[in-house]
């Protein structure tokens, strides 16, 4: 059964009627074990993914402020060989970034095949952070929809497998979160007013995500809404996701594989044969 809720395309996807603290009828214990299970499956699938070289896997996470982003990304790493895998983040655009187009600093950061590659926050900023604190007029966030989901082709065409994940927190657990971070010196750090700022507009981000998800949910590039109050259910989700995605490749990375040996062994044959 699928963890996460896949947005179709053409959806009239309405986020408050998503449950944030689902939990799919599991405990937490059972949770974690089926994680454990796919986490091993994960590595295994990026292992091959990696050495067959023939395609290339994008995940990109999106959230409210304290979302959970940073800990969804850390698990995905503690499953996978970080040779080859990376973590690319997206700030407020740089003034040389500005001075191109939205995409050019997104690009230059996809995986190339062989690469597993997430993303936290993505160009997705540029259709819901531009958009709710007016940074861009709106004929031209607008136009970005269907921009990004021309690029995400372009990326799915070139063997790109595209997953976008919305951890999709509740306004009451982010505040708690939030709070959390001021009381744990551990976290402290994470502090930033900003957060408490966004977080007056969070009615409007809801929207602006809801569109953006809507308008961009594709078949080659699916939203996937997470429910992401609960931090064990939300990386069950997105490593059932990930397996998910990745498993019907596992038959045809295996066979390039054993292309990839047989052409090996027969030049060391050849080699030794020459001797
Ligand atoms: P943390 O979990 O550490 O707070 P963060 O991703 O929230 O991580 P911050 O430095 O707090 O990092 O925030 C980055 C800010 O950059 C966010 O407010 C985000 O909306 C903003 N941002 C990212 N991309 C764009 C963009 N293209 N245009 C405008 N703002 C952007
Ligand atoms: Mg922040």
Redesign the pocket.
Known sequence: MAYSYVVPSDSDLKLNSLDTNDNAGLGKEEGLRKLEDLAAEIGELQELLFASRQTAVLCIFQAM?AGG??GAINRVISYVNVQSCRVA?????TEEELAHD?LWRVHRQTPPKGGMTLF??SHY??VV??RVRG?APEGVWKDRYDLINDFERLLAKCETILLKFFLHVSKEEQEKRLLAREKDPRKAW?L?V?DWKERERWDEYQEAYEEAIRRCSTEYAPWRVVAADRKWFRDLAVAEALAETLRPFRAGWEESLRALGDRAAQELQEYRASR
């Open positions: 402020d982003k940073d983040y997206f700030k407020a655009p939205f936290n926050r900023e540029d952070a531009v940074l994470k930033n900003e």
